[in-house]
T-cell receptor
Framework: LAKTTQPISMDSYEGQEVNITCSHN???????ITWYQQFPSQGPRFIIQ???TKVTNEVASLFIPADRKSSTLSLPRVSLSDTAVYYC????????????FGTGTRLQVTL | EAGVAQSPRYKIIEKRQSVAFWCNPI?????LYWYQQILGQGPKLLIQ????????DSQLPKDRFSAERLKGVDSTLKIQPAKLEDSAVYLC????????????FGQGTRLTVV
């Protein structure tokens, strides 16, 4: 499984756009990139998944450059409720198989 | 749609005692996972079931941990005997299939071993 590297923590003010970048230099051809969000005292929650270029849903956007060695999760106009840990996962064909979590990025949103 | 149900939410035991956790996955989900999450770390996969068969238990400490999934639905995870380092949140997750679908997590069971 490809190893991922992401910042340990980030701070943002409410209303700003937050971009969290994940490096995955050894990503394989059949690997997808998936992001999960985890609030305190809760299990992780799926946010978004992509293979290449750009994916957008009602919660976030995921930008993946052509070489796929990194990806950026973009959260538009964050609120206090977006304070959470965000995990970047890389694995084959959608990664429901053997989800491997790193330490994640702790995002703190303040007023 | 009902989510993944886990019980109990909290458990405090003394070291060397035994403990069991229960998980009821989302109806129809064939794949079930148990994760251990130590404070400040990401979840670590302990065991993965496909229906009632084990797909991956490479990180399960088999000398003290055991898990089963009866009839391919509910699952139990047991620790016997518990050690102080087993203090963690134990998360259960399920997905529709083994690959290609997102996993849904329960709220977890917080275990404290004293």
């Amino acid at each position: 499984l490809a190893k991922t590297t992401q910042p340990i923590s980030m701070d943002s003010y409410e209303g700003q756009e937050v971009n969290i970048t994940c490096s995955h230099n050894n990503i394989a051809t059949n690997d997808y990139i998936t992001w999960y969000q985890q609030f305190p005292s809760q299990g992780p929650r799926f946010i978004i998944q992509g293979y290449k270029t750009k994916v957008t849903n009602e919660v976030a956007s995921l930008f993946i450059p052509a070489d796929r060695k990194s990806s950026t999760l973009s959260l538009p106009r964050v609120s206090l409720s977006d304070t959470a840990v965000y995990y970047c996962l890389v694995g084959p064909t959608g990664t429901a198989s053997k989800l491997t979590f790193g330490t994640g990025t702790r995002l703190q949103v303040t007023l | 749609e009902a989510g993944v149900a886990q019980s109990p939410r909290y458990k405090i035991i003394e070291k060397r005692q035994s403990v069991a956790f229960w998980c009821n996955p989302i109806s129809g989900h064939a794949t079930l996972y148990w994760y251990q999450q130590i404070l400040g770390q990401g979840p670590k996969l302990l065991i993965q079931f496909q229906n009632n068969g084990v797909v991956d238990d490479s990180q399960l400490p088999k000398d003290r941990f055991s898990a089963e999934r009866l009839k391919g639905v509910d699952s139990t995870l047991k620790i016997q005997p518990a050690k102080l380092e087993d203090s963690a949140v134990y998360l259960c997750a399920s997905s529709l299939r083994r690959v290609g679908t997102e996993a849904f997590f329960g709220q977890g069971t917080r275990l404290t071993v004293v």
